[in-house]
């Protein structure tokens, strides 16, 4: 990376909300990893190269949290002073344990078992919204 690139980019901004295909569109023009000084400061990767080179360095690009001083300080929103967001507040080795235990749930097999259940749910909820005559998304 040559240069750092600013930014305002606030994932948990409205207008994000509104438009994120827009706005990671816009970042990747600008650059593949943008910081933005929102909650704290955080970089984004804005391609899929450097998400994937992000996903794969943990030495570099850590998930834990660590002292308010050190340069691998992660972001997690909301945040909590206390209590860790598990696994995502991870890394490597303590990450993989959970990862081990998560697997098997993850599967395509397991998946195809809920269908039916997720489907009885979706189809609650769509109702909900029909009845209410709206419903919201985002939240």
């Given at each position: 990376?040559?240069?750092?690139?600013?930014?305002?980019?606030?994932?948990?901004?409205?207008?994000?909300?509104?438009?994120?295909?827009?706005?990671?569109?816009?970042?990747?023009?600008?650059?593949?990893?943008?910081?933005?000084?929102?909650?704290?400061?955080?970089?984004?990767?804005?391609?899929?190269?450097?998400?994937?080179?992000?996903?794969?360095?943990?030495?570099?690009?850590?998930?834990?949290?660590?002292?308010?001083?050190?340069?691998?300080?992660?972001?997690?929103?909301?945040?909590?002073?206390?209590?860790?967001?598990?696994?995502?507040?991870?890394?490597?080795?303590?990450?993989?344990?959970?990862?081990?235990?998560?697997?098997?749930?993850?599967?395509?097999?397991?998946?195809?078992?809920?269908?039916?259940?997720?489907?009885?749910?979706?189809?609650?909820?769509i109702d909900r919204f029909i009845e209410s005559g709206k419903c919201d998304l985002v939240a």
């Amino acid at each position: 990376m040559s240069e750092r690139v600013d930014t305002e980019f606030d994932h948990m901004s409205r207008e994000f909300a509104a438009d994120p295909f827009g706005q990671f569109t816009e970042l990747r023009g600008q650059c593949p990893m943008a910081w933005s000084s929102k909650h704290g400061g955080f970089w984004t990767p804005t391609s899929h190269e450097a998400v994937a080179l992000v996903a794969r360095d943990d030495a570099t690009f850590s998930s834990a949290r660590h002292p308010a001083d050190s340069p691998l300080n992660g972001i997690t929103l909301p945040s909590s002073p206390s209590t860790l967001s598990i696994p995502i507040e991870l890394d490597p080795p303590e990450f993989n344990v959970y990862r081990r235990m998560l697997n098997p749930l993850l599967t395509p097999k397991v998946a195809e078992q809920l269908r039916s259940r997720f489907q009885e749910l979706c189809d609650e909820f769509i109702d909900r919204f029909i009845e209410s005559g709206k419903c919201d998304l985002v939240a």
